[in-house]
């Protein structure tokens, strides 16, 4: 068996999509849920199609597609290959540490389906993870006797606000993510998954009598 590692020097801190191709192609929920099944953190392992696929609890030819999109996209790399039994073994890692999308691509559509197509596969993304993680009993559900509580957190809630405290709300919400989007190290972590919703609905407000 031989092994060999390639240069982390193709990872950056923060990847913007700033182009409909790229948008696009993410418009799929399974290629999303793969880029989120990758471990973060500085010490996590590369993964082969064989591990993603067990975590995602999918079928591992089914993947192979995917994968080579995501690469030819320059969103994963093969970080190690080594030779088993006469076989090359690739291991992947993304190539970021945040993906973000830029505002401005959205300028670029000639309609808002290309936002909607991926604003969708991000849900559905989100989605069948969570229902992969819950099958495979990784996600605590309830409280503990004692120590911390680590169990699921959902909220759900519809209420009506002025234009500057929604503002003021997602600021807040996106503030607080960012910064808590980083990874610690060392024994005892936890894969933590973090999702935030929110958009106001424009709708015709009853005319005053």
């Known amino acids: 068996m031989m092994e060999a590692s390639l240069s ?3 990872v950056v801190d923060v990847r913007r999509i700033t182009d409909l191709e790229t948008l696009r192609m993410l418009a799929d ?3 999303l849920s793969i880029l989120a099944a990758f471990p973060s953190g500085e010490q996590a392992d590369p993964l082969t199609v064989k591990e993603l696929a067990e975590r995602l609890g999918e079928n591992q030819t089914k993947l192979y597609r995917h994968i080579k ?3 030819e996209a320059n969103l994963i790399y093969v970080a190690q290959t080594r030779v088993v039994s006469g076989i090359i073994e690739k291991r992947y890692r993304p190539t970021y540490r945040k993906l973000t999308i830029e505002n401005d691509v959205f300028n670029l559509a000639q309609d808002s389906e290309d936002f909607s197509d991926t604003t969708l596969a991000l849900l559905e993304s989100a989605r069948d993870r969570l ?3 819950l099958r495979a009993g990784r996600v605590p559900l309830d409280p503990p006797a004692y120590g911390p509580d680590l169990s699921l957190q959902i909220s759900s809630v ?3 606000m002025t234009p500057e405290r929604y503002v003021r709300v997602r600021t807040a919400i996106t503030e607080l993510i960012e910064q808590e989007a980083h990874s610690d190290e060392g024994p005892g972590v936890l ?3 973090m999702h935030a919703l ?3 609905t424009l709708e015709e407000q009853p005319k005053a009598p």
């Open 8 to 10: 982390e020097s193709v």
């Open 131 to 133: 229902r992969a993680d």
């Open 198 to 200: 929110l958009y106001p």
């Open 158 to 160: 519809r209420v009506n």
């Open 191 to 193: 894969p933590v998954v």
């Open 69 to 71: 999109q995501l690469e």
């Open 29 to 31: 929920p399974l290629r």
